[in-house]
């Protein structure tokens, strides 16, 4: 089972800062937290991954919680392109897939 | 364009029929994947293979069977497959198991099963 929650749906307007919240309450002292998202037909999308510290890569930022029961991914400015749903997995060998939450980016 | 190539894009075949999925990855990965996904469903995982070897295997049922040839390929085998069985077959890669390096996925085959 998904060890992750995640919002069904969020909405974020064109141009501002979507922020995407997941609880991992149950996460293991080695495992990582990774976002993907996908857009409708195609494969999974990496977007980044930590384990402790807060990451941030040319996609997104990636705030975890010190305690690591929660992480946030932050676009910082988001398009119409990045309507997709969203995935917050924690992983140790494998990747299983929660329900995700579909952002919608509106203009 | 990714870096997990999966053919065909798209399969149609009979429950009596037996095909195979192809996937192909030049990044030098040692662990592959095999997921499946049901429409507005999230990604399923199916089998994993690390260093050409068979680590895990999700309960999946027999008429699907994995093979890794070499560290670049990994194939689905098809046969006696039933109409539940159509959904999107998607493959990934990664450096390793549990090393921290993220999967790399392919765009899919979209198979369809009559």
């Known amino acids: 089972d998904a060890k992750t929650t995640q919002p069904p749906s969020m909405d974020c307007a064109e141009g501002r800062a979507a922020n995407l919240p997941c609880n991992h309450s149950t996460i293991s002292g080695n495992e990582y937290v990774y976002w993907y998202r996908q857009i409708h037909s195609q494969g999974p999308q990496y977007i980044i991954h930590g384990l402790k510290n807060n990451e941030t890569n040319e996609m997104a930022s990636l705030i975890i919680t010190e305690d690591r029961k929660s992480s946030t991914l932050i676009l910082p400015h988001a398009t119409l392109r990045d309507t997709a749903v969203y995935y917050c997995i924690v992983e140790w060998g494998k990747l299983i897939f929660g329900q995700g939450t579909e952002l919608s980016v509106k203009p | 364009d990714t870096e997990v190539t999966q053919t065909p894009k798209h399969l149609v075949m009979g429950m009596t029929n037996k095909k195979s999925l192809k996937c192909e990855q030049h990044?030098?990965?040692?662990?592959m994947y095999w997921y499946k996904q049901k429409a507005k469903k999230p990604p399923e995982l199916m089998f994993v293979y690390s260093y050409e070897k068979l680590s895990i295997n999700e309960s999946v049922p027999s008429r699907f069977s994995p093979e890794c040839p070499n560290s670049s390929l990994l194939n689905l085998h098809l046969h006696a497959l039933q109409p539940e069985d159509s959904a999107l077959y998607l493959c990934?890669?990664?450096?390793?198991?549990?090393?921290?390096?993220?999967?790399?996925f392919g765009n899919g085959t979209r198979l369809t099963v009559t």
């Open positions: 990934a890669s990664s450096q390793g198991r549990g090393l921290g390096s993220p999967l790399h």
């Open positions: 990044m030098g990965h040692r662990a």
